[in-house]
């Protein structure tokens, strides 16, 4: 038995790739999930319109409230209202802030901005939603001090007064006595004082009792109870594409080398991209029916709406089959074994669940991990899908992630094809 386990360490010792995803990943896996794991979004991005834009954001800055929970990132007052789905719809900011004209500059702060936020993007929405209830709070705290203020300036005034006419009746019962004293004596009568002027009373700006609801105080667009399921359903298309592609596909080429049949494959006036086709051709159909399925199934069961262009939609889906299909059959590529390639396949879909802003949001991660996400297929496919299926979104606003998609699909068919050129002219070597 001892001989046993001294063997079973020393083969363990020799195969570097499981030795290092037993020690090296979960250390890695714990630091970069461990700063990912946040669901909190500090700020939020806002966009000022209207015709009282440039002194409402200037007011905005007085606020402690906006100054640590807002970002604005652009100002306008030539758009007007009907500008502001366009504006969330291609995320230009989580949130528009849309000034209301005809209002007093005194009216409180709730009374003088409509404001709109993109509910496809949930924990923006949550927040942009608690931060302007905080924004309205402190704007009627600032409006009862102002009044309290006000009241300590008439008690003081009052006050003020009322010492002023106790002095007055005093140098009034000197002059009634020195009236007595003239009228006895003969000489002339003296001057009578002055009474002091009646105060001013201030006036007291007009407080009313805030609106402190949140669906009172901000228009959620394109999701409007913030369900849940609408905004996980078009990630949840992606990461079930990303299951097949990547997991089911890399046990492919691994089959081919474990029955022997690599060096069949290498012998035969095949192509490496004619053999890579027709590898992932079966798994491509496969993950476009079950696209399908989902979808159709999301939008059954949880009712998530599908406000977009199908087209574009079906576009993005194939681009992003290949990208992950083409990942599969490179790990399936470099791996020796099934269990190496089970690995590597679970090591690329880890960080597509909890990297690329399906669960966690990208603007609460580090930088130092943010980036991470910015280069999972995932990442983009979820962009795009939200924004089709919630926003109606077109390739105007989308064409970037698309761009981005399909630069990654050449990149992982050109690393696959050339992984798999290596494999057939050494016959199966690493």
């Given at each position: 038995?001892?001989?046993?386990?001294?063997?079973?360490?020393?083969?363990?010792?020799?195969?570097?790739?499981?030795?290092?995803?037993?020690?090296?990943?979960?250390?890695?896996?714990?630091?970069?999930?461990?700063?990912?794991?946040?669901?909190?979004?500090?700020?939020?991005?806002?966009?000022?319109?209207?015709?009282?834009?440039?002194?409402?954001?200037?007011?905005?800055?007085?606020?402690?409230?906006?100054?640590?929970?807002?970002?604005?990132?652009?100002?306008?007052?030539?758009?007007?209202?009907?500008?502001?789905?366009?504006?969330?719809?291609?995320?230009?900011?989580?949130?528009?802030?849309?000034?209301?004209?005809?209002?007093?500059?005194?009216?409180?702060?709730?009374?003088?901005?409509?404001?709109?936020?993109?509910?496809?993007?949930?924990?923006?929405?949550?927040?942009?939603?608690?931060?302007?209830?905080?924004?309205?709070?402190?704007?009627?705290?600032?409006?009862?001090?102002?009044?309290?203020?006000?009241?300590?300036?008439?008690?003081?005034?009052?006050?003020?007064?009322?010492?002023?006419?106790?002095?007055?009746?005093?140098?009034?019962?000197?002059?009634?006595?020195?009236?007595?004293?003239?009228?006895?004596?003969?000489?002339?009568?003296?001057?009578?004082?002055?009474?002091?002027?009646?105060?001013?009373?201030?006036?007291?700006?007009?407080?009313?009792?805030?609106?402190?609801?949140p669906d009172e105080l901000v228009t959620v667009l394109f999701n409007p109870d913030l369900e849940t399921s609408w905004v996980m359903v078009p990630g949840l298309i992606g990461l079930i594409?990303?299951?097949?592609?990547?997991?089911?596909?890399?046990?492919?080429?691994?089959?081919?080398?474990?029955?022997?049949?690599?060096?069949?494959?290498?012998?035969?006036?095949?192509?490496?991209?004619?053999?890579?086709?027709?590898?992932?051709?079966?798994?491509?159909?496969?993950?476009?029916?079950?696209?399908?399925?989902?979808?159709?199934?999301?939008?059954?069961?949880?009712?998530?709406?599908?406000?977009?262009?199908?087209?574009?939609?079906?576009?993005?889906?194939?681009?992003?089959?290949?990208?992950?299909?083409?990942?599969?059959?490179?790990?399936?590529?470099?791996?020796?074994?099934?269990?190496?390639?089970?690995?590597?396949?679970?090591?690329?879909?880890?960080?597509?669940?909890?990297?690329?802003?399906?669960?966690?949001?990208?603007?609460?991660?580090?930088?130092?991990?943010?980036?991470?996400?910015?280069?999972?297929?995932?990442?983009?496919?979820?962009?795009?899908?939200?924004?089709?299926?919630?926003?109606?979104?077109?390739?105007?606003?989308?064409?970037?992630?698309?761009?981005?998609?399909?630069?990654?699909?050449?990149?992982?068919?050109?690393?696959?094809?050339?992984?798999?050129?290596?494999?057939?002219?050494?016959?199966?070597?690493?």
């Amino acid at each position: 038995m001892l001989a046993l386990i001294v063997k079973e360490f020393r083969e363990l010792a020799r195969d570097r790739r499981t030795l290092a995803m037993l020690v090296v990943l979960p250390i890695v896996l714990l630091v970069i999930f461990g700063y990912a794991a946040n669901f909190s979004v500090d700020r939020v991005t806002v966009t000022v319109i209207g015709a009282e834009a440039d002194s409402l954001s200037e007011e905005l800055s007085e606020y402690d409230t906006a100054t640590d929970g807002l970002d604005i990132v652009d100002v306008d007052s030539t758009l007007t209202e009907a500008d502001a789905e366009g504006l969330l719809r291609d995320q230009e900011s989580d949130a528009v802030i849309v000034t209301t004209s005809g209002v007093d500059s005194d009216s409180a702060l709730s009374d003088r901005m409509l404001v709109y936020v993109d509910g496809s993007s949930l924990f923006p929405a949550q927040a942009a939603q608690a931060t302007f209830v905080q924004l309205a709070a402190e704007d009627a705290q600032n409006r009862i001090a102002d009044v309290q203020d006000a009241v300590e300036d008439a008690l003081e005034q009052a006050a003020g007064f009322e010492a002023q006419m106790e002095q007055f009746g005093e140098e009034l019962g000197e002059f009634y006595a020195a009236i007595e004293a003239a009228l006895a004596t003969g000489q002339p009568l003296p001057e009578a004082p002055t009474p002091p002027d009646e105060p001013s009373m201030p006036e007291l700006p007009e407080i009313t009792a805030p609106e402190l609801n949140p669906d009172e105080l901000v228009t959620v667009l394109f999701n409007p109870d913030l369900e849940t399921s609408w905004v996980m359903v078009p990630g949840l298309i992606g990461l079930i594409l990303t299951f097949i592609g990547t997991l089911i596909t890399s046990i492919g080429l691994v089959r081919e080398r474990e029955t022997g049949t690599l060096e069949q494959l290498a012998v035969m006036p095949l192509r490496p991209s004619a053999i890579i086709l027709g590898k992932i051709t079966p798994y491509f159909l496969l993950a476009i029916i079950d696209m399908a399925i989902v979808t159709v199934l999301g939008v059954w069961l949880f009712g998530v709406p599908f406000a977009g262009s199908l087209w574009l939609f079906a576009i993005t889906a194939v681009v992003f089959c290949f990208v992950v299909l083409g990942i599969g059959v490179l790990i399936s590529s470099i791996s020796q074994n099934t269990g190496q390639a089970i690995q590597m396949a679970i090591m690329f879909l880890v960080p597509q669940v909890l990297l690329s802003g399906l669960i966690f949001p990208l603007d609460s991660m580090p930088v130092g991990v943010r980036w991470i996400g910015y280069i999972l297929p995932l990442t983009w496919f979820r962009e795009i899908a939200q924004g089709v299926m919630l926003r109606d979104a077109g390739l105007t606003s989308l064409w970037l992630p698309l761009v981005i998609l399909t630069g990654m699909a050449i990149i992982a068919f050109g690393a696959a094809t050339a992984r798999m050129r290596f494999s057939l002219t050494h016959g199966g070597a690493r």
